[in-house]
């Protein structure tokens, strides 16, 4: 499967040729066989927006998972914020995305109070509950813990990590066939996670994908100055950088 929006398109085209309706953490039993669709925001919102338009127009809604402690992006940020509106405007849902690593390392107990931290100041940014979770890279005793949380659908939990039939795209790499599993519909329950980042127009492999990336800094990073220092153009032009 390339990582392209049109293949992404095939690929919700193929689902439902299969029979899977597209449903969420929380009314996924409302359908005999169904597939819950996840984005982790890892590095880029504006990647993450694309993903949530086209899928609109393909009539679907997925659960899109933000970092509170991202180097990449601040979604406190008036811009940042606008852009997890907008994903929320298109009938998407906004969860959580947790990386444990960002705290000391503690008991079970410990690692809930910080979950619970931040959905908590999601929720105030968003003006609204947040009821859904996902880790950042989970380490085997983050998984094998099977978490549970009151009033959160965490992604991870055995319900959606084993008895569905998890696909992913991590690192740009489906580890398996995800379109000869979704034609062989051995599984009634799938969760697919795919990463906004990887999908382009055209087709770019991995380091075209993260150069492009790490090259658009600069011109981010001019914008942002601009909005800080009164006639940026004085000290320097975009073009130069």
Known sequence: MEFTYKAYESLIALLRENGY?????????????????????????DSAVELAALEQRLGV?????????????????PGSLAKLRTIQSMGHEIGLHFDAKAYPEGTEQELVE?????????????DGPVSTMSMHRPSATVLESNLKIQGVEISYEKTFFCDFKY???????????????????????????????????????????????????????????????????????????
């Open 61 to 77: 809604s997925s659960t899109y998972f933000v970092l509170l402690t991202s180097d990449f992006y601040n979604p406190a940020s």
């Open 167 to 241: 696909l992913s795209d991590s690192r740009r790499h489906w580890r398996e066939p995800v379109l000869d599993i979704i034609r062989s519909q051995a599984y009634d329950h799938l969760h697919i996670l795919t990463h906004a980042f990887w999908y382009h127009q055209q087709e770019q492999d991995i380091a075209q994908s993260v150069t492009a990336f790490i090259c658009s800094a600069a011109g981010e990073r001019y914008l942002q100055m601009a909005d800080n220092i009164r006639s940026i153009g004085e000290i320097l032009q975009k073009s130069e950088v």
């Open 114 to 126: 910080h979950i619970r931290k931040e959905i908590d100041i999601l929720s105030q940014l968003l």
């Open 21 to 45: 309706a597209v449903r969420n953490y929380h009314n996924w039993e409302t359908a005999p066989r169904c597939v819950i669709l996840r984005h982790d925001i890892d590095f880029s919102l």
